[in-house]
DNA sequence: CTGAAAGCGCTTACAG
DNA sequence: CTGAAAGCGCTTACAG
C-alpha cells in the first residue's frame, strides 16, 4: 500500500536502499570502521537524501552507554562562596537530565592554588568522559587541557571565564569588558570631576591574561571613551587574606585621597571590612557578585554597588548546552553573555541569582 | 548466576514476582481497567518494594503517543507587546522537549477582550491534550475552564497571574502583592512626607478580583505598614487608548497636586505620553515591564522606574514544569515567584527579560 | 479478567 | 568488509 510511504525512514529505510544491513548503517553513521568507502559514501547520500534524524529514545535504550560529563569549576573558599551558585545551576541541570542517562563527575579545584587545578584535571579519566564544563581560571593550564580534550574530540563548554582562540562548544559568562565599562559608567554618577578612583585586584594568580584585566580594561576605556579626567590609581594585592589586603589598601590610602573604590571581584567584602573598621567607609564602592559577606556590606550602606552576573544562570545553562550537543547534536550560541545586574541595598532582598 | 541480581527490576521482574503477565503489570501502571483488584494491589506492593522507575525511553519507544500542551496566552496587542516575552519563552522550551515527541499548540487571546478568551478556550479539543499552560487574566472564565481540566484530570499550571484555591500544578509569575510593596518602597525614596501619591489602574476588565488589585494592595500597605502619611489618590481608567486615558489623568491632576505616580502594570507609557505632552514630565512615575514603549520613555527620562519580573522565564519554566510532572512524573515547587528587577536608564541596556 | 506474541527503532555481539 | 539475529524495556493489539 502506498500508505507506507509514511515509513520511508530510520536506519531499516536506510539499510533497504543502499541493500545493506542494518548494521552496516549503523556503522556509518557512528563512523566506526569496517565499512568500504563505496558503502558509506552511498549510505551517507540516501540519510541525507531523506534527511534522517536518529530515533534518541530507541538509541539510548539499545545502547545502554552511559554518558559521564566531567565539571571542573572552583569549589568554596574561605575567602568567598561565590561558586556554590554555579554549581547549584549545575547540580539542578544534571538532575533535569539525568533520566536520560547522563552522569556528573565533580572536579573542585581550589582558586588560590594553580596546583589543585592540575591535580583535579589528572584525576579525570578521559576515556569515560563525553564532554566536560569547566571554569577556565588558569589560563596557560587550561589552555594545554583543552589541547588535550581537542586531541580527542571531546567538546566542552567555558563558564565564568573565557579563552579565545580555542575550539570550545559554546562559553555562559560576564562580557568581562562591558561589566568593566557598566561599572564605570556607574562610577560616573557617584564620584565629581577630577576625583581619584582606585582600582583593585586582588587574586593570589595576577598575570597577564587574568580575566580581571578584562575588566579593568572596560572600566578604564569608558573614561577614556568619555574623555573624563578622573586620575585612576590601581593596585594589584596578590595576598587575599585581610591583613595583606587592609595593609595594601591603607598604603594607598594614606598617599592619596581617594573618592572612590572599583574591586574587580567579589572579594569587596575584604575592601569593605578595611574602609568600616578604618572609618573611612564614607569613600564610594563598588564591586562583583552576590555573596553572603558582600550582601552584609551592600545592606550597612559599605558597599554601594554589586554586579552580578547570574552564577548559577552560567552552570545551568552551560551543562545544557553540553547535553544538547552530545546527545541531540545541537549546536546553540557560541558566545552567551549574561545580563549584568546592579545589586543595590533596595533591591537585593528581591535578587534571585 | 547471582549476578543476575541486578537484573532485578522491571516490567518483566515485576510479573514474574506477581506471577502474571506482562500486560497485566502494564494495565495496573496506567490505571487501565479490567485488572481484579486482587492483582492490581498484589502488582502494587511489588512496584512499591522495587521501587519500580518506568524507562522512559522503552515507554516513548513502544506507545507512539504524542503528548500535547495547550499553550493559553494574551497575543501581543496594538498598547503592549509584553506577551512576546513569554511566547519567546515558551516557544525556546518547546523546542528543548520537541525531540522527546512533544508538541505545543497555542491560542493567543485579546488581553482587551473577554469573548476571545472564551473563544480560544473552546477551540481546545481537550481529548487530545496532556497539558495546558495558561496565563488566567479572566478570573471568573479561567476558573470555570480550570475545573473542567480537573475533572478530565489534565494538569495545567499558571503563569503571570495566579488564581488561588485551584489544584493547579504550578505558578510562575510575579507575587503581586510584594511587586507592590516595593514599588511603595522605591516611592517613598521618591516623594517627601506628605505629598500626594497617584495609583492608575488601566485595564478594560478591572473587576473585584482583578490581579492589578493585588498590586495596589501591596503598595497601599506598604505605606500604613510604614506609617508614612502621604495621601493615596487612586483613578480605575476602563478604556485602554489614549485619548481616553489622558483626559482621565487629566481630571485629577487639575484637581490635585500629585508628586508621583504608580501605573499597576505595563500601560504606563500611555501615562508617561501624557505626562510629557502636557509638560508634567517632572512628576515621578514607576510602572511596569519592559516593553518597547516603556524602554523609550525609561530612557528619555519620562518613566523613573520600571519593576520587571521575568516574563520569558515565565514562559519556559512554566513549559518545563508541565513536561516534567507529565513525561516524568516529577513534581516541583508549587509558587514559583520571580525575582522583582528593578529597571532604570542606567542599567536597562543590560537588562535580558 | 488475563496472557502470549509482536513490535517500537535502534545497537550489539557473533559469525563469516 | 558485511549480514542475520537477538535484545534494550516497554506497549499494543489480539485471543481467550
Redesign the pocket.
Same mark, same amino acid.
Not at 52 to 55: H, M, T, W
Given at each position: 500500500m502506498s500508505a507506507k510511504d509514511s515509513?520511508l !525512514? &530510520? =536506519? @531499516?529505510e536506510i /539499510?533497504r536502499r543502499a %541493500? =545493506? #544491513? $542494518? &548494521? !552496516? =548503517?549503523?556503522?556509518v553513521?557512528?563512523n566506526r570502521? &569496517? =565499512? #568500504? *568507502? @563505496? !558503502?558509506?559514501d552511498i549510505v551517507n547520500a540516501i540519510i541525507k537524501e531523506l534527511d534522517? *534524524?536518529? %530515533?534518541i529514545? /530507541? $538509541?539510548s535504550? /539499545? #545502547? @545502554? @552507554?552511559q554518558v559521564v560529563f566531567a565539571v571542573l569549576i572552583p569549589g568554596v573558599s574561605l575567602e568567598t562562596n561565590y561558586w556554590e551558585e554555579p554549581l547549584l545551576g549545575i547540580t539542578e541541570a544534571g538532575a533535569e537530565i539525568s533520566p536520560y542517562g547522563i552522569t556528573l563527575k565533580k572536579y573542585l579545584y581550589d582558586l588560590n592554588d594553580k596546583k589543585s587545578f592540575l591535580e583535579q584535571i589528572a584525576l579525570i579519566d578521559l576515556s569515560t568522559v563525553q564532554g566536560v564544563l569547566l571554569a577556565p581560571s588558569f589560563i596557560e593550564e587550561s589552555e594545554h587541557f583543552v589541547k588535550k580534550l581537542e586531541s580527542r574530540k571531546i567538546p566542552y563548554v567555558f563558564i565564568n571565564s573565557d579563552i579565545q582562540g580555542h575550539d570550545s562548544l559554546s562559553y555562559f559568562g560576564p562580557d568581562l569588558y562591558k561589566s568593566g565599562y557598566l561599572s564605570a559608567h556607574l562610577m560616573k554618577y557617584l564620584v565629581k570631576e577630577g576625583e581619584e578612583i582606585l582600582i583593585v585586584n586582588i587574586s593570589k594568580e595576577i598575570d597577564n591574561q587574568h580575566h580581571l584585566l578584562r575588566k579593568e580594561e572596560g572600566f578604564r576605556n569608558y573614561f577614556i571613551d568619555k574623555k573624563l579626567t578622573n586620575p585612576i590609581l590601581k593596585i594589584d594585592i596578590k595576598q587575599t587574606d585581610y591583613a595583606y589586603v587592609s595593609k595594601s589598601i591603607e598604603d594607598v590610602l594614606q598617599r592619596h585621597h581617594v573618592a572612590a573604590v572599583f574591586v574587580t571581584n567579589s572579594r569587596v567584602s575584604t575592601v569593605a571590612k578595611y574602609l568600616k573598621r578604618s572609618g573611612a567607609a564614607n569613600r564610594l564602592l563598588i564591586g562583583f557578585d552576590y555573596t553572603k559577606e558582600n550582601l552584609a556590606y551592600l545592606k550597612s550602606g559599605d558597599i554601594d554597588f554589586l554586579i552580578c552576573q547570574k552564577p548559577r544562570e552560567q552552570g545551568y545553562k552551560g551543562l545544557m548546552a553540553l547535553y544538547q550537543f552530545v546527545v541531540h547534536a545541537k549546536v546553540g550560541e557560541k558566545n552567551n553573555f549574561m545580563p549584568i545586574d546592579i545589586i543595590t541595598s533596595e533591591n537585593c532582598d528581591f535578587y534571585i541569582n
Open positions: 515509513e !525512514t &530510520g =536506519v @531499516k /539499510a %541493500n =545493506v #544491513s $542494518r &548494521g !552496516t =548503517v549503523d556503522r553513521i557512528h570502521t &569496517g =565499512v #568500504s *568507502q @563505496k !558503502t558509506i534522517y *534524524q536518529p %530515533n529514545f /530507541a $538509541r535504550l /539499545a #545502547s @545502554k @552507554k
